[in-house]
């Protein structure tokens, strides 16, 4: 007897529903033109916090674990490409932390990023639909890790913020929005 794995909920919404309702009513001929998630971003830059274009222990410590807590995977260090003087930053200082997701870890981040971590941000009032690209791929920022319930504020020694980014494939804003919306996101409602 084999054992059954169940698809991540949003996964099964996405190719159950969303995709048929998406294909129908944007008139897509075929099933292959239908948008599609392929991986999503989750980065934090640290250049604010380099002292001497060093950065200090502690504040590594708290990234790497925040990301890997929130993720369910380890983060890579990414370093400045060119030196910028009015940043105050030097080529090969690290700049920020990130991590790409793919599969059911993107599905599983998704999900938990709709129903849990967005809800718990303080005077939310809806995620604005203008930041797509011409791609269809949709970026946010999140201004302190405390909206994740993984993360124990008490043990943090400081708070920041993180840019999340929803790369498509085959997409267009209007079309990676409604796919978005579809699964749960929750954007600004149009004043009427």
């Not at 929130?70 to 990130?98: C, D, H, W, Y």
Request: hydrophobic share 45%.
């Amino acid at each position: 007897m084999t054992a059954t794995i169940d698809k991540p909920r949003l996964e099964t919404l996405y190719s159950d529903e969303v995709k048929a309702s998406i294909i129908k009513e944007f008139n897509l001929a075929n099933v292959s033109l239908a948008p599609r998630l392929v991986k999503i971003t989750v980065n934090i830059a640290i250049g604010r916090f380099l002292d001497n274009q060093k950065l200090k222990p502690e504040i590594k410590e708290t990234v790497i674990s925040t990301l890997t807590q929130i993720t369910g995977q380890k983060p890579i260090m990414i370093l400045a490409k060119k030196s910028v003087a009015n940043f105050k930053v030097r080529e090969g200082a690290p700049s920020a932390f990130m991590v790409t997701m793919r599969g059911e870890k993107m599905w599983y981040f998704l999900d938990r990023l709709i129903s849990l971590a967005i809800p718990r941000i303080k005077d939310f009032r809806g995620l604005k639909d203008t930041s797509f690209d011409q791609a269809g791929n949709y970026s946010f920022g999140v201004t302190e890790q405390a909206v994740w319930p993984e993360i124990n504020m008490a043990e943090v020694n400081f708070t920041h913020g993180m840019n999340i980014n929803l790369v498509f494939e085959n997409s267009t804003p209007e079309l990676s929005k409604a796919v978005l919306a579809q699964l749960g996101m929750p954007f600004v409602r149009d004043e009427e």
